[in-house]
C-alpha cells in the first residue's frame, strides 16, 4: 500500500492518544473529569512560563490580590532568580521556582496554579539542596519560604534543625542509590 501525504499533526501527543489509550475505558463524565484536568495542568505550565518571562524582563505586574501578581512582584522585589535548577547529585536535584539569597536570607517561592493542597516541604527541601550545593549550614542563614496559590500567600520560616534533617536524609538516600546502582552493576 501507499500511503498518501501526511496530514501535519496540531502536537506531538492527542488527548484521544494510542500511546494513552486507557480513555478507552471512560466514560463520558470520567472523560470530562480527565480532560479538564489536563487543560488545568496546560494552564499551569503556561503560567510558570508567563511568570519567568515576566520575571527575566523586569516587567511587574498591577498590584492586585491575584497569586500571578503577587508572585512576579514580590521575585523582583527581592531580585528573586526564576526557574533556577539546584542539583546535588544525579539522583536529587529540582528546579525552583523563585529563589534568591541575599543579605544572609535565603528566600524560595512557588507559584502553584491549582486548586489541590499543596505543602511547605517541598520547599524546604530545595532549602536543603541549597545549602548542600553552596555549602551553608542551615543554622547561619535565615530562611523564609512562600507559596501562592488560589489568590493568597503562605509564609513559613523553617525550623533549621529541619533542614539539617531533610539534608542528612538527602545525603544518606544518594549513598544508598549509588551503592544500588554498583551492585545492578556488577
Not at 62 to 78: D, F, G, I, S
Not at 171 to 186: G, P, R, S, W
Amino acid at each position: 500500500m501507499l500511503f498518501g501525504k501526511r496530514s501535519p499533526l496540531p502536537a506531538p501527543h492527542a488527548f484521544l492518544s494510542p500511546s494513552s489509550y486507557h480513555w478507552i475505558n471512560y466514560d463520558k463524565s470520567k472523560l470530562i473529569s480527565a480532560f479538564r484536568t489536563a487543560m488545568a495542568s496546560k494552564r499551569g505550565v503556561d503560567l510558570h512560563e508567563l511568570a519567568h518571562r515576566l520575571i527575566t524582563l523586569g516587567e511587574s505586574l498591577p498590584v492586585a490580590q491575584r497569586t500571578l501578581n503577587m508572585y512576579v512582584n514580590a521575585a523582583l522585589e527581592y531580585g528573586m532568580t526564576s526557574e533556577y535548577p539546584l542539583k546535588y547529585s544525579d539522583n536529587c536535584f529540582g528546579t525552583a521556582d523563585t529563589i534568591g539569597f541575599r543579605e544572609n536570607i535565603l528566600r524560595i517561592h512557588d507559584l502553584k496554579t491549582g486548586i489541590t493542597a499543596t505543602s511547605e516541604k517541598q520547599l524546604y527541601v530545595y532549602a536543603a539542596l541549597f545549602c548542600l550545593v553552596y555549602g551553608y549550614s542551615p543554622f547561619d542563614i535565615k530562611c523564609e519560604v512562600r507559596i501562592y496559590q488560589l489568590d493568597e500567600v503562605r509564609i513559613y520560616y523553617p525550623d533549621p534543625e529541619e533542614i539539617t534533617r531533610i539534608m542528612n536524609k538527602i545525603v544518606e538516600f544518594d549513598e544508598v542509590i549509588e551503592a544500588l546502582k554498583q551492585e545492578d552493576l556488577a
